[in-house]
């Protein structure tokens, strides 16, 4: 059986990450990324960043961007409604 010569996708790869790697806060919900004060679509980062290019892997922050902070909170409000009713 070939079992042993497949794929893993459970494998974890190790990234050491080290000090001074960059780091970057993405909003958990729509995966933009804020940079300069502002929420960028993740694409332009990588292409303004050339992330790809680095030698270090780049460390992700979890955050929620205003407008997907406000829709949950709306959402969050709505479902409380319906509830209730
Ligand atoms: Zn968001």
Redesign the pocket.
Known sequence: MPGSAMHNRNRIIPFPGRRGSPRLVV?S??L?VHVDGA?MEADDLIRRLRTFELGDVVRLGGA??E??ETELRVRRHSDSETLAA
């Open positions: 909003c919900v729509c933009r929420w929620l961007c407008p997907c």
